[in-house]
């Protein structure tokens, strides 16, 4: 069936590094993709999103890179800091048509910042 | 900032017994969401909730399983007899518009624990 994965499950960078998480998706009919965090013990939120009519946009300090070509999905975090520490997972909107989002999500990757 | 507000922060179940994990969306959003995630897994779809009838919902959403939204503030997810594979968070989210695109907002869970 279709899904969302991710290529590492963890990541370990150096406070002030750039830090890069990938994700690959199956589904070729998905035209919105989101990237949560989600710290220990807390729900998923939202950092950045991107639709598939576009292969970049930027954020404050994180940038999502979207290449349809090989179905795949970046996040870059610029000068990462200790308060970046979590679960990162991508997200793809599987819109049915019914109205409502139907989201589908990745394993995640843990992002540990080395201080 | 408004959000979405969950209780029980944790409930711990018989095998069973019948749960009702509530839910307080944000006050202006129109779909309301339940989703789930076993710990060390990935965030699992469960139901889409709009105009006061169930969108969509997956197959985990089976017959033990209802949404309500009793009045107009609160969204319940009802368990009706628990079983221990049912143990997990339950995230509700909410957003005030239709799949495809706007920032989804998830609640900070509420932990079952089946016995």
């Known amino acids: 069936g279709e899904s969302v994965g991710l290529h590492l499950p963890t990541l370990s960078v150096q406070e002030g590094d750039n830090s890069i998480i990938n994700c690959a998706y199956s589904?070729?009919?998905?035209?919105?993709f989101i990237w949560y965090k989600q710290e220990s013990g807390k729900g998923p939120q939202f950092i950045i999103d991107?639709?598939?009519?576009?292969d970049k946009r930027q954020g404050q300090r994180v940038t999502v890179l979207l290449n349809k070509t090989v179905k795949h999905l970046s996040l870059q975090i610029a000068a990462t800091q200790p308060g970046d520490s979590a679960v990162y997972f991508c997200?793809?909107?599987?819109?049915?048509?019914?109205?409502?989002?139907?989201?589908?999500f990745g394993k995640g990757t843990k992002l540990s910042v080395i201080p | 900032e408004p959000e979405v507000t969950q209780t029980p922060s944790h409930q711990v179940t018989q095998m069973g017994q019948e749960v009702i994990l509530r839910c307080v969306p944000i006050?202006?959003?129109?779909?309301f969401y339940w989703y789930r995630q076993i710990l060390g897994q990935k965030v699992e779809f469960l139901v889409s909730?709009?105009?006061?009838?169930?969108?969509?919902k997956s197959e985990i959403f089976d017959d033990q399983f209802s949404v309500e939204r009793p009045d107009g503030s609160n969204f319940t997810l009802k368990i009706r007899s628990t079983k221990l594979e049912d143990s997990a968070m339950y995230f509700c989210?909410?957003?005030?518009?239709?799949?495809?695109?706007?920032?989804?907002?998830f609640g900070e869970g509420s932990r079952l624990t089946v016995l």
């Open positions: 989210a909410s957003t005030v518009t239709s799949g495809g695109t706007g920032e989804l907002f």
């Open positions: 589904n070729s009919a998905s035209d919105y």
């Open positions: 991107i639709r598939s009519n576009m």
């Open positions: 997200a793809e909107n599987s819109y049915s048509g019914a109205g409502s989002y139907q989201l589908t």
């Open positions: 006050s202006n959003h129109l779909y």
């Open positions: 909730f709009y105009n006061n009838e169930i969108s969509e």
